[in-house]
């Protein structure tokens, strides 16, 4: 009885130790190796025909298959199913690249649009810092008392009793008006720069006026206050070198006739 157990012990553990053993067939390992990586041999598809294609193993395996020595089915072969997905996801890629720079591009396009055309970004223009701003500073920041600083009160009263003071603020109100609407308005960059500058052309220009109307503020009520003089006789009239009547100037012209 011990006989008979101790033999069947010996054969289960040699069934195991050959059931354990790894198959080694060259078939399975080519069609492993063609599958995974290496070249779609033709020439290792076995078994081979054999001494004038007699070997009856060749017909009994690829006699079923006549097609399939001549088709590359690795993954990743050239036109594997494998290579064809990592191209297509190389193509996705840069595709996706393709739509992430029109994207951005886009995106700095706008930005750069809304800057150029938003009202938001007008005070930090750098042409209007660095140079209308400073020019218009005197219409922006306009006193009605610093208008008339400079001049006599003769004068203050002559420029407001004749309306000349309210045409020119009501003029500087309308370019400082207009101005304002330029800066908060939804413009290109370029138009509200053409704005500033015809602006401040008419400003100058209305400057220009007002100084000379000043000017001539003084000079008319210094005409007006000689002219009353002379009425009054406040002032005689200085008859300079060479001064002649209307008479003698008529005699002169008739002796030179009848000559």
Known sequence: MKNHLLIILLSCLILQTYAQKAIKDKHITNQQERMVFKQWDKKKFTPTSGFLGLNPEYWLTWAWHPDYPKRDLRPLGPIGPQTQRLAF??????????????????????????S??????????????????????????QSDNALLN???QKEKDYLVRTG?????????AAIRERLE????????????????????LEYRKLLASWEAKRQYSRKFLSLSETAGKMKTREKPIVQNQGYRTDQQIANDILAKFKL
């Not at 042409?127 to 922006?140: I, S």
Request: aromatic content about 14%; cysteine-free.
């Open 89 to 114: 996801a190389a193509a996705m890629q840069n595709t996706a690249t393709a739509y992430k720079l029109h994207s951005d591009t886009l995106r700095n396009t706008a930005l750069t649009e809304a």
């Open 150 to 152: 400079g001049i006599t």
């Open 116 to 141: 150029n055309y938003s009202a938001v970004f007008s005070e930090i223009d750098p042409l209007w810092q660095l140079y209308y701003r400073h020019e218009f500073e005197p219409l922006l920041n």
């Open 164 to 172: 000349v003071y309210e045409w020119f603020r009501t003029e500087a």
């Open 181 to 200: 609407t330029a800066q908060g308005s939804t413009l290109d960059r370029g138009s509200r720069i053409i704005a500033y500058h015809r602006l401040f």
